[in-house]
């Protein structure tokens, strides 16, 4: 019997993930990359490097987009492509949203000229939103901001909406804050954990905002629950709030230590105009519950624990 085939597009952490989930199911999983050369770290660090196909593409080109989709026919195309990060964006405007936006029109593109029924989804970020009273769900009007990064997910998503119009399965995979070992290690969490576990001195920015974290193992459940689904917009996220204070308090106090004699706050890490709470609204997950009868277990406290333990 042949497997079911999935092609990702992009190497980074999310799509790592998601490659250890569909192997477990027995799914063979092609993953896109810029360059062949380029160490891929995230899977030898998972241990599947030899389980993948990797496969060479320049998103830019619809010729290769349409010869990689006649050669490999998959059932699920995971555009988890493009510049990740905000502050990064701002040096690299154009590479970013042509990681996104362009890229990702490329692929609707072909699937619309060949009328194909392959499952699409496009993960975003919770941050094309403008949250009501902190919270976000896809009511929300989007957000204002100009940043290069939030701008190209936002036309993204929006470019999403216009396709499906068109009779093809598009989904946008919307998510807040998703954690692993695998973040950088200047990304808040793990920082943090890091600090606390060696007994560093760090310096932060503003640890009175609030933020939505989820763990990357029940992400990638929840993506795989949502492929299952009609194509629609999804909000992936555990829908609870933790600040960064609590997470300083709650890191160093596994090590048995307070976290205001090794941590200082410094205001060049201020981003301007941030919310001071962000988090994807508890009723984002309700269809998860209702249709498979799962929720995040993961999330504050737990979630610090979790990736104190793993680094």
């Not at 976000?136 to 701008?151: A, E, G, R």
């Not at 209702?290 to 504050?300: A, E």
Request: net charge positive; proline share 2%.
């Amino acid at each position: 019997m042949n497997k079911k085939v999935n092609l990702i597009i992009g190497s980074g952490v999310l799509g790592a993930y998601l490659s250890v989930g569909l192997i477990k199911k027995k799914e063979r999983v092609i993953v896109t990359t810029r360059s062949l050369r380029k160490k891929i770290h995230n899977y030898n660090y998972l241990k599947i490097q030899k389980k993948v196909k990797f496969e060479k593409l320049d998103i830019k080109n619809k010729n290769l987009i349409k010869k990689i989709i006649n050669k490999y026919k998959p059932e699920k195309i995971f555009y988890f492509a493009g510049q990740s990060s905000i502050p990064k964006s701002l040096k690299s405007q154009k590479e970013t949203f042509q990681s996104h936006y362009d890229g990702t029109k490329n692929f609707l593109d072909v699937l619309k000229e060949k009328n194909l029924k392959i499952k699409f989804f496009k993960a975003n970020s919770g941050y094309i939103f403008a949250p009501n009273k902190g919270q976000i769900d896809l009511n929300c009007k989007f957000s204002s901001n100009k940043n290069p990064y939030v701008k190209a997910q936002k036309e993204t998503f929006k470019l999403l909406k216009k396709y499906r119009q068109f009779g093809l399965n598009l989904s946008s995979l919307v998510f807040m804050q998703v954690e692993s070992p695998l973040r950088p290690n200047d990304f808040l969490i793990k920082k943090v954990c890091l600090g606390a576990k060696n007994k560093d001195k760090i310096t932060v920015g503003n640890i009175n905002t609030f933020r939505d974290y989820s763990w990357i193992t029940e992400v990638i459940k929840a993506i795989i629950l949502s492929t299952k689904l009609p194509s629609k917009d999804f909000i992936i996220s555990a829908g609870r709030k933790i600040s960064g204070k609590e997470i300083l308090t709650a890191a160093y106090k596994l090590n048995k230590l307070d976290f205001r004699k090794y941590c200082s706050v410094s205001k060049k890490f201020y981003r301007k105009n941030e919310d001071k709470i962000l988090t994807g609204s508890i009723k984002n997950s309700s269809y998860l519950k209702k249709n498979f009868n799962f929720r995040f277990k993961i999330f504050g406290n737990s979630l610090v624990k979790k990736m104190y333990k793993s680094l």
